[in-house]
């Protein structure tokens, strides 16, 4: 395709977002000299840096795709000028417009991919660049720009990559909408003749792009005349190997496993163009790259996110100075030091091999079934039969293993397999509900999945990706509609010889374990062999539990752990996907058959345990009163729970450790821990005791806007975001890097520490007191409050069974509110009456701008008992600005 000669020109003055300051023309001699000087636009902030007096450390060369131009860049040349005239690192940003497109010169000649490759050398080329380079691509300039980076070594100090692609799985199709575009009888139309093809792009973007920011894209691109580049570029997509551009595609992607600098990949998993298998593709072949998917972002990512914040940051961390390229910089090491490695989680069951005793129960294995007793012997024989007829399935030491197996023996068995083959296990909570498993299976894209019907059903009809094993044999024709290649038998069969591979290694990733949901999307937190072992020794240190502990776990990490610990363990009868399904018959029951003495409950089944406590039998009492320790953790659990536990397990001595996904268990206190630290007048918030050995525990204390800025402290009564370091923390976030950074704290002389996004702070005794969640925080006039100690005292009025504090208004100037459900209940939203209003103010020792009242405060998803404050404060929001009184 051919477009009419035109020269370049200036944007027209007004687009949103681009300052003009940075658009200049530059006069291009084209290689070779065959066709003369060619007239680019770019936008150049470097006349901008030399005008504050600085000195670049760098180049930054930003190329768009199609049908874009390098207003897609806008926000990313502003960020990085402005962290240049604040005393941050000056990088030169060169976003050009290629030629045929943006306003850069129509010269009437279609362009190979190798073309646009040489053209950006001879724009390079043009402007002088000095010093390291930088490249940063979008779509199809992501490959022009990764080509450039290819054939210019010596400049090269860095990559960064939005949505782009640089090979096409052999067997899958492009993407369909390029398929429709390429296709001879819409090409034309759809790229040139009309706007089609731009229109469908801007239409891509999440949220929709404001009306001004569209017209922006289709500045340059008003007429047929001016579209000719887009028809030409999507011409040029090399499809097959026939096509002229597919040599020079197959020479850069090869090219780029070569690079050892630092890399970026910025990814919008939401783009039907460029979808996470082209990200897959770019980590298998760029390993060392950060990668941060932006949830809900999508092919346009540079208009969803802040992209542009992220990026310059990234700059600021890997190319500090950015004095010369560096390939050191790509492999900076975030994790603490270690102590030698610990003995992996499958060590146990080796050492156990030989025995008859029970190592775990399974309460209910199909319906109507006695509970399903596993000898030590019976459970290592499988793992070892798994481990290698999974080798034999195909599956490798690195590959991702997504478990949709509930808790029992099969998944116990499959998953200690997968840790000795060395795979990488993918566990999502079921709790999450499909649409968040959706997005945390996608999110991981796992290789193998290995599920009973409901997970197999699920990933068929929701397209997750990987392999499919079936826990149990399934009809041929229900194989095949699910994508089923082997079952567990199968497996057992093909690895009977129990041919095991060599062990993986103590640092080798392996497992990723998704966060709860309830702060927002699931995070896939990873860990090593060694932290994993090290959650087991902090277990076994704290809680004394060992070969022969009888242990109930409603809570699956427990579960799992069970046997790393060499406790006969025991998953009561329950729906894994909601704990309030757990009675306290079930639990009795489990206790009997496991003749447990450690019982361990999320807080949500504890409540239930304890409301269908008077269903309980004699025998059922009796062996309650067996146990000895009792522990609920994942968030906080009341005093008046605790009691009404004691009086259910009066033997037992009950803990409610203080953790997360993150790290398991950071701290513990006893139920007579808290009664002897609310003695003491403590100054509010919920006590959760002293670190758990080797846990240590650092307050970075809020400013006046309610950000953690402090110096991490273990002073008394600081009030600050609490920050943690142990040995058993995790590793990093997958595929997050910018919420990786943020929650890596790096103390002078003192290691890694992660920043848990609680608020609290420490007493005179050293014991730790969580007040709430950052998000969470009033920044009030008179400075930032924190919700739970005014919710503790509300909850303190007679009528009042649960209460929640949330701000209105702008930061700064927030006003409390309170939101409380009462003892009697409410089938309507009102306001408080009079009586009760005075009483809750009374309470809070707060100036409340309002009480409301609510037949349901609402939960998380997973744990059904943290408060969601986040929704509650908009939802308070509207109703106080006078919007209708619905249930939040």
Known sequence: MRSPRASASLPPAGLPGLDPRFSRIVDVPESGGARGIRQWHVLDNGAELHRLGVTPVGTVVCVHGNPTWSYLWRRFLTAATDAAAAGGDAWRVIAVDQLEMGFSERSGYSRSLEQRVRDLTDLTDAVGLDGPVVTFGHDWGGLISLGWAVDHPGQLAGVMLLNTAVHQPEGAQVPAPLRLALARPVLGLATVTTPGFLETTLALAHPPLPAAVKDGYRAPYRSADRRGGIGAFVADIPVDDRHESTAERVRIAEGVRGFTVPALLLWGPRDPIFSDRYLDDLIERLPHADVHRFEGAGHLVAEDVDYAAAAVDWLAHRLPGATTPSADAASVSTRAPRTPARPPLWRRLEELADSEETALVEMVPAPGSPPRVVSWQLLATRVRQLTAGLARAGVRPGDRVSLLVPPGADLTAVLYACLRLGAVVVVADAGLGLRGLTRAVRGARPTHLIGALPGLTAARALGWPGQRISTARLPAPLARALGVSHSLADLVELGADEALPPEPAPGDTAAILFTSGSTGPAKGVVYTHDQLAAVRDALAAQYGIGVGTGLVAGFAPFALLGPALGARSVTPDMDVTSPKTLTATAVADAVAAADARVVFLSPAAVANVVATAGALTPEGRTALRRVQTFLSAGAPVSERLLDAVAA???????????????????????????????????????????????????????????????????????????????????????????????????????????????????????????????????????????????????????AVWRAAIVGVGPRGVQQPVAIVETRLGTARVALASAELADAVRAASEQELAAVLVVPHLPTDIRHNSKIDRSRLAAWATRILAGGRMARP
């Open 648 to 798: 259910l397990m009066p033997d037992a001595r009950l803990h409610t450790p203080y953790g997360m996904t993150e790290g398991l268990l950071m701290t513990d206190v006893t139920l007579d821990g808290i009664r002897e630290a609310a003695g003491e007048g403590g100054p509010g918030g919920v006590c959760v005791g002293v670190p758990a050995a080797p846990t240590e525990v650092r307050i970075s204390a809020l400013d006046a806007d309610g950000n953690a800025t402090g110096e991490p402290t273990d002073a008394a009564g600081v009030t600050g975001e609490i920050i943690v370091s142990a040995p058993h923390l995790k590793d990093h976030y997958d595929r997050l890097w910018l919420t990786n950074r943020a929650a890596t704290q790096h103390v002078p002389a003192a290691g890694r520490w992660h920043r848990t996004g609680d608020v609290g702070h420490l007493d005179a005794a050293g014991r730790l007191w969580v007040e709430g969640r950052l998000p969470h925080v009033i920044t009030t006039a008179d400075g930032p409050l924190t919700p739970v100690g005014a919710e503790q005292r509300i909850e303190g009025v007679p």
